[in-house]
């Protein structure tokens, strides 16, 4: 299997688990421990929490405090519904974690254009009266990265919040500037799945979402995983040492995968992206056609969060595509443990599979 769907999930870096086993151990060590108990194991656990805490905050602006959630979902819930904001606005682009969050929140929600390169422009008009601002810094299906210092801004200076979704941008892109909070996922910077953060600024007030032991400054409360934390602590502290490596290696897959894919469209901006996701189109393509007979390439079909409900991609419809080049798109994400071989055996097949179509 050629994995090509980084977006999606990233492979765990194998630092990572090695961080993790030990927290998974049994009665035979204290490492199974609960963090909040107050003998010697329940704070060595509880430790190894605070060590990865720091190490992911590093990957954040600094003047704010980490809090672990279950995932970026929730952190995203506990920011747009613990603000109290009612008034919100929120990019047409959004993943579904902000979108139907904030659809919940406010009948009335505000939607943002996109320009037809799938960015929100700096100067995009905001209703007088907003109180929260949620644009992402990069688009899990399209790859576009958003202009965030400008639109936080924007933001403040209508006496509005800012939150931003980082998930596809934390440990690849520096972190954005001048959000309020920020929320970041482990399994898509080659952390665990079950485990992400929620940035919060220094001096924002938020309401929680679960009340119980009072866990994470009683803002998220609930047992931690130190292994999970141990994880996605791991993950962020090899994303840092391995910054400009990992930045090297997408850009030379990028340039390659340009070529080899070079008579599909691509589908956002060239430049303002990220490049390791390649977001393609194809008119005429039969995409649930091309995923049966390319089992051995992990791809998706757009965003894997709305594969199997049949409905066209928000996304692309706000860049103005149709229903029709939605259904022809196809999404390749690479990253780290990408090898250049694999992206050419995975696009001699995909290539081959879409001409044998007759498109």
Known sequence: MIYLDYQATTPLAP??????????????APGFANPHSPHRAGRAAAAAVEVARAHVAALLPPGGRVIFTSGATEALNIALAGSGARAL?????????????????????CVLRVSTDGRVAPD???PHGTG???????NNEIGTIQPITQLAARAHA????F???????AGKLAAPDGADMVAISAHKLHGPKGIGALWVRDGVALTPLIHGGGQEGGLRSGTL??????GFGAAAALCKSRWTSDGEHVERLWTKARALFSDWTLNGSADERWHGNLSLRRPGLDVGRLLSECRNIAF????ACASGSGRPSHVLRALGLSDRDSKSTIRIGFGRYTREEELEQAAAVLNAAAQAQGV
């Not at 209508?158 to 919040?161: D, E, I, K, Q, R």
């Not at 995983?225 to 141990?230: D, E, F, K, V």
Request: aromatic share 2%; hydrophobic share 60%; proline share 6%.
């Open 15 to 28: 630092e990572a688990l090695d961080a993790m086993l030990p927290w998974l151990a049994g009665p035979a």
């Open 89 to 109: 606005a929120v990019s047409a682009i959004e993943h579904a974690a902000v979108l139907d969050t904030a659809r919940a929140l406010d009948p009335d929600l």
């Open 124 to 126: 995009v008009a905001i």
């Open 132 to 138: 929260l601002v949620a644009v992402m810094q990069v």
């Open 158 to 161: 209508m006496g509005a919040l």
């Open 163 to 169: 939150v931003c979704d980082a998930v596809q941008g």
């Open 225 to 230: 995983s130190p292994a999970l934390c141990a």
């Open 300 to 303: 998706s079909a757009g965003s």
